[in-house]
């Protein structure tokens, strides 16, 4: 049973209280309440996982040292998530310190005649975000729209879509800094960006509690040419005044008719990245299989659709009675948690597709929701 285990207030620790003495409380001075023994599944969109030892609701940036001393006082480890779009909880749970971040903040201000800085809370959701930027007339993250999630996740793996990434629009983060036990700025070029990864998903993974991030936007409209399935789009709905906004709608329009609803369908988006493989290898993969779908990375490499990998391991539409698990059936790239009651089943299923994909293309393929911890 879940349980409140400890209130923090003004840096003081509060046991035992009953409820209605803690909201009292909460309304003189910020509080943070920790719970224990919580659900996981309730933090991911897969809706499978363990107990978190301990939870709490971070909801400004000073919260997070007194959350981070508690731990340690607790000799637990500290995990910062946002909405749990990314994240598989492993059923073992995770014996430490979850923190959801909720730490909200909007701010627009002029750069130059071209540029607006915007700064964000951490916790704001991502697509309100986009959506508060298009309204403003800025340009730079419009076809990041309805990507679910928090603002203070899209670095971590460098969310990206339709030819947008955050790596490009972000100038800094504000994080808390586990090592050096203090909060610190980072350039966007500290963040080892690439391709659905950065530092905070490789060596520093753990490191960084991430409560802000700065990002230029420009004034100017969006400019041609764009992804393909948008510049479709805008052609089929004879949509020629090109801004910011119409490019949200595009990629609202195309999200919604290919991908489900996690608030309603269990899933976490792409199970796999699209994989990366030498140029050396496309002759015998174009011979052999003439309509494989691929894109130009650099002179050495090229992108595989993962989608088409699977869809060709015959993985169309599929619905494993074994594990609970599907293909989503415009996507097949996005599994769903249909019965499934543990991630073991998530898990056996990814591994069912990852070998059929392999066996067939001899093609490894790398998942992207992050398994926790
Ligand atoms: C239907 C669907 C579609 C999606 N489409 C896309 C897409 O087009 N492109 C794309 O890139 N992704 C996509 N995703 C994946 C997901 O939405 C993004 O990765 C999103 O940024 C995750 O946000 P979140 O708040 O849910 O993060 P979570 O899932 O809560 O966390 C993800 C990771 O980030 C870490 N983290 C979260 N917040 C913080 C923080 N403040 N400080 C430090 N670490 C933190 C967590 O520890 C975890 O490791 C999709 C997911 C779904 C379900």
Redesign the pocket.
């Known amino acids: 049973m879940v349980r409140l285990h400890q209130a923090i207030c003004n840096g003081l620790f509060y046991n035992n209280l009953e409820l209605d003495v803690i909201c009292k409380s909460a309304i003189l001075t910020s509080i943070m309440y920790v719970l224990e023994n919580v659900p996981l599944s309730g933090?991911?969109?897969m809706r499978v996982g363990g107990n978190a030892r301990y939870l709490a609701e971070i909801s400004t940036d000073l919260e997070v040292p007194k959350a981070v001393d508690w731990a340690e006082e607790h000799q637990v480890p500290v995990?910062?998530?946002?909405?749990?779009?990314?994240?598989i909880w492993r059923d073992e749970g995770f014996e430490g310190l979850v923190l959801v971040?909720k730490i909200k903040r909007f701010d627009i201000s002029s750069f130059d005649d071209d540029t607006a800085y915007v700064t964000i809370g951490?916790?704001e959701n991502?697509d309100e975000v986009v959506e508060r930027t298009v309204e403003q007339g800025l340009s730079g993250i419009e076809a990041?729209s309805l990507?679910?999630?928090?603002a203070?996740?899209?670095p971590?793996?460098?969310?990206?879509?339709y030819g947008q990434e955050i790596s490009s629009v972000l100038m800094t983060l504000q994080?808390y800094d586990l090592h050096e036990r203090k909060l610190v700025t980072l350039q966007a070029s500290e963040c080892e960006f690439s391709y659905?990864t950065s530092r905070?998903?490789t060596t520093d993974r753990?490191r960084?509690?991430?409560?802000t991030l700065s990002m230029i936007l420009s004034k100017r409209p969006p400019i041609p040419p764009f992804y393909h399935s948008v510049e479709y789009y805008l052609k089929e709905n004879g949509i020629t005044d090109i801004t910011a906004k119409n490019i949200r709608k595009a990629v609202i329009a195309i999200?919604q008719a290919k991908?489900?609803?996690?608030k309603h369908i269990s899933?976490?988006?792409?199970f796999f990245k699209n994989p990366i493989i030498s140029r050396s290898r496309l002759p015998q993969l174009t011979a052999d299989y003439p309509d494989i779908a691929y894109w130009e990375v650099d002179e050495y490499n090229v992108k595989l659709s993962a989608a088409w990998l699977i869809e060709a391991a015959g993985f169309k539409g599929m619905h494993d009675k074994e594990t609970g698990m599907a293909t989503w059936p415009s996507q097949p790239l996005?599994f769903i948690n249909e019965s499934a009651q543990s991630t073991s089943q998530v898990l056996a299923f990814r591994d069912k597709v990852a070998a059929a994909v392999n066996e067939k293309f001899q093609v490894e393929l790398e998942q992207?929701?992050?398994l926790?911890p």
């Open positions: 933090y991911s969109t995990l910062m998530v946002g909405d749990g779009s990314n994240i971040n951490a916790g991502w990041l990507i679910p999630g928090t203070g996740a899209t971590v793996q460098n969310v990206g879509a994080a659905r905070f998903k753990d960084f509690l991430i409560t999200r991908l489900p609803d996690p899933n976490t988006g792409s996005v992207e929701p992050e926790l």
